[in-house]
């Protein structure tokens, strides 16, 4: 370390839980964000203020301004060109560090591309709006060894779990299987920025404690907190299953591509999501997308609008989304209306 490192972060080496050899391992770290909204973009300026040496951010989507309010590395320009947030990112980071190697990778992570696009990554934070991605990302990390933070954020509740493989559980242990049925997300219940930013400070928390090579010290409790309520708790740490599926048995099915993934669909400019068989109770879906646009539902299908899309979500927890022959926006809009 340098003069000027040194007194770049001179209030982080004072931390005894950090100091000068902790400094030293966060400048040689290497730091992947997986999904950068409104935790990955600040898991994503926490690191680079903190000194951590490279960053690669992978996210799919694009700046709108309805993500401001919560998605603190953007602003009104990122929005208004609708860059993609993995680049705009890489703009504002540089203006905040400009040590940090910033990679922005402008992409789905899917088990096709996902030792390509994390190679050399040392630790994943969790900023993903979807179970499929969590549990592929699961799968990379127990059996790669590499270290990972679980977190999640809707309304005013959220939650986090670090896991460090072959020493705490993996989210398999804790969820053997993706929920079923729609889930709640920001874009169908909504969420508070603050939400958000505790969450990520949570795992931001956790990534420096093992980035500086303090893992032992690490209590891998499931946190779940409200922002509304001010409640707090602390579970655990959850015990490893020594017959979990991946960190006990040593399957990887969201890795090695068992899952179906999302298929164009000849000639029409329509997408079919169908990764895996999930149960829907559409009168409920339709209930919460309700309040978002024009929303029909029979027994056999539901079907919505968000401009400029159509998506029709049958009770399989299947969908065809129509408008786009891209998969990645395809699984994007089911993240955010199905969950
Ligand atoms: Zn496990």
């Not at 978002?292 to 299908?301: K, P, Q, S």
Request: hydrophobic fraction near 40%.
């Amino acid at each position: 370390m340098d003069r000027s490192e040194r007194e770049r972060y001179s209030r982080q080496i004072l931390f005894p839980g950090i100091g000068e050899k902790g400094q030293e391992a966060l400048l040689r770290a290497h730091a992947a964000v997986v999904g950068c909204g409104a935790l990955g973009s600040f898991h994503a300026a926490a690191l680079c203020r903190a000194g951590v040496g490279i960053i690669t951010i992978i996210d799919r989507d694009f700046v709108e301004y309805g993500n401001l309010h919560r998605q603190w590395l953007f602003d009104e320009s990122d929005a208004a060109e609708a860059l993609p947030k993995a680049a705009a990112a890489v703009r504002q980071l540089a203006r905040i560090n400009s040590s940090t190697r910033v990679h922005g990778l402008v992409e789905d992570l899917t088990s096709s591309n996902i030792d390509e696009l994390l190679e050399g990554a040392n630790l994943i934070l969790d900023g993903t709006d979807n179970f499929e991605t969590r549990y592929l990302i699961n799968d990379y990390s127990v059996s790669r060894g590499i270290p990972w933070i679980y977190g999640a954020a809707v309304a005013s509740y959220g939650l986090t779990m670090p896991v460090i493989p072959g020493r705490t559980a993996c989210l398999r242990c804790v969820y053997p299987d993706p929920p079923s049925g729609a889930q709640p997300t920001c874009d169908t219940a909504g969420v508070l920025n603050v939400t958000a930013s505790a969450v990520a400070s949570l795992q931001v928390a956790a990534a420096l404690k093992i980035l500086c090579g303090d893992p032992d010290n690490l209590c891998a409790r499931i946190t779940t907190i409200d922002v509304w309520t001010g409640g707090i708790r602390q579970a655990g740490p959850p015990p490893r299953d020594p017959d979990c599926p991946a960190c006990g048995r040593g399957e990887f099915p969201y890795l090695e591509n068992l899952r179906r993934e999302p298929a164009r669909l000849c000639g029409r400019n329509a997408v079919q999501v169908n990764e895996r068989p999930r149960p829907i109770d559409l009168q409920e879906l339709k209930t919460r997308l309700e309040p978002l646009g024009d929303v029909r539902a029979n027994e056999f299908a539901l079907r919505f609008f968000p401009t400029p899309y159509e998506m029709t979500v049958f009770p399989d927890g299947r969908a065809i989304i129509k408008g786009t022959s891209d998969t990645g926006v395809a699984r994007s809009l089911y993240a955010r209306y199905v969950g």
